[in-house]
């Protein structure tokens, strides 16, 4: 057997898709449900929770970290009339995001282009990161991020898989950072709890979490 050490690369190709269909498909993954249940389950619940966390109304600003093609985006501006930057790291997800979305108060951007603004005073009231910390190699690095596009006091609602699934050229692996620790670490915690079977599917309720945190005043 050689000794040459193996190495693995990122590689978010994955998150490249051709439609709104296969979008879909990568968005939610089917597990032990259907894409299409889980989208019908879980889009509203989560809009829902969300709007009870961060109340927003017309004149919120909220960045939606990994928006993939705009779902909880979609929802959150039909429900509450706010404004959403979509950050994703796919550009073929940006482009798709605009048509699903379908609203003007709805944007998306690279994350180059919003640490642009952020260094020009951008600050937002609040952040959502849904299934999407997951899959950062370099997730201290966007958490921090995510704190930087903060207005002071402001709010983040994160659901994510408990562990890292990281696209790589070998398959999807878990790199072994304790997400809720960083999160823990980087905000005050307000409150963290389970996303409940009834709300997903019951494979990913059985390793998902729910974390709501305010930015810290230090
Ligand atoms: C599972 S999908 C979830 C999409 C969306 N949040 C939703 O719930 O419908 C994960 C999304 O995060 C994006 N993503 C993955 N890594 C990212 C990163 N480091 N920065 C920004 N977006 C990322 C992917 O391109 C993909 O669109």
Known sequence: MSDNPVTVSYNPDI???RSIEEAKRIVLTAEDSTTEERWRVETPYLAESIG???????????????????????????????????VDISTSMRQLAPGYVGNARFATCSWSAVDAQ??????????????????????????????????????????????AVVPTDVGWIDTGFDIKALLADAFVEIAIGPMLPEHTSGAIAERAFIGKYRKRSD
């Open 15 to 17: 998150f490249e898709v």
């Open 52 to 86: 009870e966390y961060l109340k927003p109304d017309a004149s919120s600003l909220i960045v939606d970290y990994g928006c993939g093609i705009g779902r909880i985006a979609k929802e959150l501006i039909e429900r509450y009339g706010c404004s959403v930057i979509g």
């Open 118 to 163: 952020i260094d020009h005073g951008l600050r937002v009231d609040a952040v959502i990161a849904i299934w999407s910390l997951q899959h950062s190699p370099k997730v201290a690095d966007d958490i921090a991020r995510i704190a930087r596009a903060l207005k002071p006091d402001g709010h983040l609602y994160v659901c994510n898989l408990d562990r």
